[in-house]
């Protein structure tokens, strides 16, 4: 946890901001403009703060973009390193990393969503797809031994399908709406249902 | 299509615009700035023609936003019309447009990347965003009707089941490169093993 920020003069009634709260802001000015397109007046103007308050709480944009995608990068790892994902048979594993990622997305959503849309324009950038792509090959990983080990049919390409059942998930962050009805529970079971079932009867 | 331009004199010896030629630099621009973040400065640039002989081919970037978007939504609609994907089993005609509409995103996939990204922020957007909607719903008939007919199981949400499907489709703009070697053929069939027969074993 980081320190609390000093009490000090607000510049609305309403909103005090802190670290966490100008990461929020953050997050969403960088969505909706891209990293690039955005500067530090568009994030003091967002947080309504003058851009000196700004830098009173972070060193740049930088930061903040840094901490973003660690905040989502940081969530899949720690799915990778839970019990329940390193014990057991692989088809096991596979379905708690999937599930738990749906529960990453739902709750980190705005970070998630960031992440995802990431080229590699800078180094923080380029640091978060790296840590991406070994995300990726744990699944893999997953999915070439639950194959092994006869829980999945054997697939042609294990890269292409794990990379499948990660684009179906990360497509989630594109129309999910907390409000929605939709449970993180409900929409890790459709996910299960519709690629490790299969859409067509069983008979 | 449109009429050929007149021949003029060219900003260099290897590079001649038309319409169309300036259409996919205005996409690529626009995938890598964002839409809002590009100013005709930018696309003349990025042509290495000026300013005004930009206005000479198209009204603004408004217009090269709208034909892309067409061409990317034009092509899906052009799936739901084919015949394979009007008449016969639901079961078969969902399988038909989710292989074209691989097809379709590897064929265009500047086009599709954009419309993608697309959220709304002008009126082009928001018929685009209208369009895919339309097309989705179209899919929810098709994973309805499929139900029905007794080929797939039954799905809690047909509407969701149809997002996780064309989630999975769409995100291979993500990482898709033409000289991967992965073909279209392989790629469809890779979606259709994944969602509709599913990766567990059949016994």
């Not at 989502?72 to 390193?81: C, H, I, Q, S």
């Not at 705005?110 to 180094?123: A, E, M, Q, S, Y």
């Amino acid at each position: 946890m980081e320190p609390s920020p000093q009490p000090r003069p607000a510049r609305s009634r309403t909103q005090r901001y802190d670290p966490h709260s100008l990461l929020d802001v953050a997050v969403r000015v960088f969505t909706e403009r891209g990293y690039d397109g955005t500067s530090m007046e568009h994030l003091a103007k967002a947080a309504g703060i003058t851009k000196s308050s700004f830098y009173h709480h972070v060193d740049g944009k930088e930061e903040l973009l840094r901490r973003s995608l660690e905040r989502a990068m940081d969530g899949l790892f720690a799915v990778l390193d839970e019990e329940q994902s390193q014990r057991g048979r692989a088809i096991a594993r596979l379905e708690h990393v999937m599930r738990r990622s749906v529960d990453l997305l739902i709750r980190e959503q705005p970070h998630v969503t960031l992440l995802l849309r990431v080229r590699g324009n800078n180094d923080v950038e380029r640091h978060a797809l790296e840590r991406r792509r070994e995300f990726q090959r744990a699944v893999t990983k997953l999915v070439l031994q639950a194959e092994e080990e006869g829980d999945l049919v054997p697939t042609k390409d294990a890269r292409l399908t794990g990379r499948l059942l990660f684009g179906m998930i990360n497509s989630m962050v594109e129309w999910y709406h907390p409000g929605g009805g939709l449970s993180a529970r409900a929409l890790g079971d459709a996910v299960v249902q519709v690629c490790l079932d299969g859409l067509r009867p069983r008979t």
